[in-house]
């Protein structure tokens, strides 16, 4: 391609770190769309015939086709997409493939691909992300009144629902949505045009490209246009944050499908067996997303510390930029659509979440209330009260709903038969009614307003 200024061939080692065709074939679409946008402003422009333009846009065809099915000759010493594209569409139709790069440069074309392979994920997460909470909502809607211990510490603290747990969840997908939407507004403005670094004397029309590629509005420093990445690096810290909540959630499945716990299983589809032991029902896939966080996160550290320091404008650097967003955003894909697959698979096992969310006293904070609300009790004076009788309720191995009235008063004499109300692990989840709280009039509250919002 640039033969003019080379008389020999470049080193195999010059190569062999020069070349990138293997992985940023992927953005062949983008690359294409984006070439036959430029071309159709070129010719609107007068910059290059109609003739031309409309070689340029069947050739370009015909080079997607054979990129899809596979018969595309991929050249590395073509180093990249963009030459490949270029050096087959002058196979295909001649001296017009040579006007197509005309007011523009490989640094503002890759800037663009790049730009709409990172804008198609975005719309990709949302609409995983979406289908991930529509899983939730379906076992909130099932399990809204289904009692479960919630945890602090991960020790029992206080009965929830498990509607409730799975709600939570939905809410985090919900900022993560929002931040991936943040994050494509902002970075959907056009490179394209900027071409090497200062613009182009030629009279391109950015706007139109802009419009062509569905951007918001051309990018107003060219400088800017080809050095930025931190599109990518933005879309990256949110595909990091996304990733924990998956990993949270992920952990969350294989503490609950042990053997200790039993409080969901999941299907054949969603687990694996061993090797050696034939009892073995393992959570891989929760195991597995729980684990795709740390490749997501490596690639914002990798790609983060790739740009620091480059200077203005485009320095090869950049090429680097690629494969660790290809990496994490594929991670991020099935690891979405794997949880989705998760959730929407597990039983939750009602009897072994109820008989735990009444274990460990984790009424004691209903008794201490009760004792706030019906004798007046300064609050920290009931903490202690309620303290002593979790001491004896643990001394007779009772739970407190199981306590005989008399050894409750030898306590506090004034406790009355009323107090039974409160120690089940229904009654104190029924009793939470704040606004977001457990209790099962307000899960169903919250699921109704994500079914209208999720259609
Ligand atoms: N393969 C290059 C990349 O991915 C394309 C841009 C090349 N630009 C240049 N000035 N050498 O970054």
Known sequence: MWGGRFSAQPGALMQAINVCIDYDQKL????????KAHASMLAAQKIITEEDCLAIHKGLDEILEEIESGTFPFKPELEDIHLNVENRLKEKIGDAAGRLHTGRSRNDQVATDFRLWVRDYLDLFDALLINLQSALLGQADQHADTIMPGFTHLQSAQPVTFGHHMMAYLEMFARDRS?????????????????????????????????????????????????????????????????????RLSEEIVIWTSA?????????????????????????????????????VG???????????????????????????????EALELGLAAMAGMVNDMTPNKESLAGAAGAAFSTATDLADWLVMSLN??????????????????????TLDKMD???????????????????????????????????????KKQVERWKKALG
Do not use: W
């Open 260 to 296: 200790q716990f039993q409080f969901i299983s999941l299907s054949d589809e969603f687990t694996t067996g061993s090797s050696i032991m034939p009892q073995k029902r393992n959570p891989d896939a929760a195991e597995l997303v729980r684990a795709k966080v740390g490749r997501i």
């Open 179 to 247: 931040r991936f939407a943040d994050c494509r507004q902002r970075m959907n403005e056009s490179p394209l045009g900027a071409a090497a670094l200062a613009g182009t004397p030629y009279p391109i029309d950015r706007d139109a490209t802009t419009k062509a590629l569905e951007f918001d509005r051309p990018m107003a420093n060219s400088l800017d246009a080809v050095s930025a990445r931190d599109f990518a690096l933005e879309a990256l810290a949110a595909a990091s944050i996304c990733a924990t909540h998956l990993s």
């Open 405 to 443: 009235l008399a050894d409750l008063q030898s306590v506090e004499p004034h406790i009355t038969d009323d107090i039974y109300r409160v120690l089940s692990p229904l009654a104190s989840a029924n009793s939470r009614t704040s606004y977001g709280g457990t209790a099962p009039s307000e899960v």
């Open 299 to 329: 690639a914002l550290t990798s790609l983060t510390i790739v740009m620091k320091g480059l200077p203005l404008a485009y320095s090869k650097d950049m090429q680097e930029d690629k494969e660790p967003v290809f990496d994490a955003f």
């Open 377 to 398: 009790m300064p609050f920290r004076d009931a903490h202690h009260v309620t303290g002593r009788v979790v001491a004896l309720a643990e001394k007779q191995g009772k």
């Open 28 to 35: 062949a679409p983008q690359d294409i769309r984006g070439s």
